[in-house]
């Protein structure tokens, strides 16, 4: 029996809940219809799940669509990023290590190699779909401690399996099936789709996009016209001409960093300075069509604030 996408108001641990294999059978049949070329499942180290789970502060994972080689659906993969019990208006955030992220498989991947297999994903997915918006493209699932604890213990000496679905109802493709290899009826979903509503991949903030409230807390009348060069830089120069992988970061790591500046006593300061410093410049740099220097401004800024104030 069908069931509503449970609502971002509950406690994020008890996101995801069991299905039916009638609803697993028409979520699965649904992908394979609208995606044929595309991987269907992918193997899911219970490892890996227990690894991730294993840091207390982690209310669930962000299951993260991925590819190693974009020209080959096949290499898809899975990045189990780690998020936390905040929880306000959408997703908890994203918990930033340095050392990487661990994979469907078990194996840990840097930081540079996360940020470009999830573009490759994107890249793949506006061949499937051209006309969707780049910040609306489906980037993965989150599914709560509580569900993905029982489907770990329902393995038992076993390994899961993911397996990619879509509902049309409500245009979500790579959602979320998961289930012990040995038990194909014992099935977790229901998960909440990355990004969430707000376009940012999952935000406790009033607004997730670092950059759209720190230019509307400091530019005033001018915010708007400003949002709109970072815009078409980020879509016209970033995807097309420069390193994509770069906006994945941003979109990962957004949330995460005004969570964690709010948490500062001289938070208004640091965003000031955050908007002096590159914001501003930056858009100096994109009206001068210097494109290179705005993008070693974007990368420098995304560096600095990780290292201060994400790195655990």
């Known amino acids: 029996m069908k069931t509503e996408?449970?609502?971002?108001?509950?406690?994020?641990?008890?996101?995801?809940?069991?299905?039916?294999?009638?609803?697993?059978?028409?979520?699965?049949?649904?992908?394979?219809?609208?995606?044929?070329?595309?991987?269907?499942?992918?193997?899911?180290?219970?490892?890996?799940?227990?690894?991730?789970?294993?840091?207390?502060?982690?209310?669930?994972?962000?299951?993260?669509?991925?590819?190693?080689?974009?020209?080959?659906?096949?290499?898809?993969?899975?990045?189990?990023?780690?998020?936390?019990y905040t929880m306000n208006n959408s997703l908890p955030n994203a918990i930033i290590n340095k050392d990487g992220f661990i994979t469907n498989t078990g194996e840990v991947i840097?930081?540079?190699?996360?940020?470009?297999?999830?573009f490759n994903h994107v890249l793949n997915f506006k061949k499937l779909d051209a006309g969707m918006h780049y910040t609306k493209?489906?980037?993965?699932?989150?599914?709560?401690?509580?569900?993905?604890?029982?489907?770990?213990?329902?393995?038992?000496?076993?390994?899961?399996?993911?397996?990619?679905?879509y509902n049309i109802e409500m245009n979500y493709p790579y959602k979320a099936l998961i289930y012990p290899e040995t038990n194909a009826f014992l099935i977790g979903d229901q998960s909440m789709p990355c990004p969430g509503s707000a376009g940012c991949p999952g935000s406790t903030s009033s607004d997730p996009c670092a950059l759209t409230r720190i230019a509307t807390n400091f530019a005033g009348k001018e915010a708007d016209n400003q949002l709109n060069v970072l815009r078409g830089f980020r879509d016209k120069i970033l995807q097309e001409k420069l390193n994509?992988?770069?906006?994945?970061?941003?979109y990962t790591i957004?949330?995460?960093?005004?969570?964690?500046?709010?948490?500062?006593?001289?938070?208004?300061?640091?965003?000031?300075?955050?908007?002096?410093?590159?914001?501003?410049?930056?858009?100096?740099?994109?009206?001068?069509?210097?494109e290179v220097t705005a993008y070693s401004l974007f990368q420098e800024a995304m560096q600095h604030l990780t290292n201060t104030y994400l790195y655990q």
């Open 5 to 84: 996408m449970l609502s971002t108001v509950l406690d994020p641990t008890t996101v995801g809940e069991f299905i039916t294999e009638d609803y697993y059978r028409e979520l699965a049949q649904n992908f394979r219809t609208k995606f044929p070329s595309e991987a269907r499942f992918v193997n899911l180290s219970k490892l890996a799940v227990e690894t991730v789970l294993s840091d207390s502060n982690v209310s669930g994972i962000k299951f993260m669509n991925g590819l190693t080689d974009v020209n080959d659906p096949s290499s898809r993969i899975l990045v189990l990023i780690p998020a936390n």
């Open 110 to 118: 840097s930081l540079e190699k996360t940020w470009q297999v999830l």
């Open 244 to 250: 994509g992988a770069e906006i994945e970061k941003y």
């Open 137 to 165: 493209i489906n980037r993965g699932s989150f599914l709560g401690r509580k569900l993905l604890t029982a489907l770990a213990e329902e393995a038992g000496n076993d390994n899961l399996i993911y397996t990619f679905g």
């Open 254 to 290: 957004s949330a995460s960093l005004l969570e964690a500046i709010d948490k500062e006593q001289n938070k208004a300061v640091i965003f000031k300075e955050i908007y002096d410093r590159y914001i501003q410049t930056s858009i100096a740099s994109i009206n001068n069509n210097d």
